[in-house]
């Protein structure tokens, strides 16, 4: 039975990749990363016994938001951060069963993010995002990295920028994360991200990632749901002028979309109006 002070695995699973998802941290020591250096998406890395020396500025980084500590298996070190960063203020839980419960429980878990020398990650692409480049945006800051940075640049500047300015190119010709034969760039990012598997939020992405490929691609027949998409990303491109300020408003786009492949992708709606045809 989880503890008061402990969140179960499927009830972190829920949270995660949707805007109520806490500040999850990853405590554990150098010797257990090193034999699985794969994370909770959106964890941020504090090695133990280091993180010890900077609680302080962990708790201040949460900004009081709820956070979840799991170490290898979720016992003495998470307790103990966790306990640390409620002596701080924060609402801190720990991972029941820690980074060896998710895995076994086959959850999402994905590779590191590239990063510059500041240890953020930057990305840049082409101005005027449509379809694509809203989704790979959306995919980073909900699955890979919650503060990831976007720069939305000339196309033909896109990889000196990224050379300049040490940040990693998207969408473009010949770079990692780009088109590969008939996928898009966010089915790329699936792979590259290890975001792939049998877990309900795995197959909620390869769901929304159909509709994605062929609302990019001018296959308007892959999903029903591609035109909508389509028309929608479409009408936001045309309501902001402001590239930073529309990924803004496609974030609410793509947090809907996740929902309803995880959730409600199913669900029918079926009124006719049967016994309300006096009702105007």
């Known amino acids: ?24 941290i990853d405590v554990r020591n150098g010797e257990d990363f090193d034999d699985d250096p ?13 993180v010890v020396d900077q609680i ?36 801190a839980e ?5 980074q060896f419960g998710w895995r076994d429980a086959g959850m999402l878990m994905t590779n590191d993010v590239p990063r ?19 989704a790979c945006a959306w995919l980073i800051r909900r699955f890979v990295d919650l503060e990831a940075k976007f720069m939305f640049v000339t196309g033909s500047q896109v990889k000196l920028v990224a050379e300049k300015f040490n940040a990693t190119a998207f969408d473009v010709e010949d770079v990692r994360f780009t088109h590969r034969d ?10 590259e991200f290890g975001l792939r598997g049998d877990s309900k939020p795995a197959e909620a992405l390869g769901r929304l990632a159909t509709v994605i490929r062929g609302a990019d691609t001018d296959q308007l027949d892959l999903a029903p749901q591609c035109a909508g998409l389509m028309a929608m990303s479409l009408g936001l491109s045309r309501q902001y002028s402001d590239d930073l300020e529309q990924l803004e408003a496609g974030m609410h786009l793509y947090d809907a979309m996740y929902r309803w492949a995880r959730d409600a992708y199913d669900e029918k709606h079926d009124w006719s109006g049967a016994g309300h045809a006096g009702s105007r």
């Open 94 to 98: 720990v991972l029941e069963g820690g």
């Open 182 to 191: 008939s996928g898009c760039t966010f089915d790329t990012m699936l792979q």
């Open 56 to 91: 302080d500025a962990i708790a201040a980084d949460t900004g009081g938001q709820r956070a979840v500590v799991y170490c290898q298996k979720g016992l003495k070190i998470s307790e103990g951060v966790a306990a640390l960063l409620r002596s701080k203020g924060v609402a």
């Open 38 to 50: 794969r994370l909770i998406p959106c964890a941020i890395r504090r090695e133990f016994p280091s």
């Open 1 to 24: 039975m989880t503890s008061p002070v402990q969140i179960s695995v499927s009830q972190l699973s829920r949270l995660v990749g949707t805007p109520a998802a806490p500040a999850i």
């Open 116 to 134: 510059n020398g500041g240890g953020q990650s930057v990305w840049v692409t082409r101005t005027r995002p449509k379809v694509d480049r809203i």
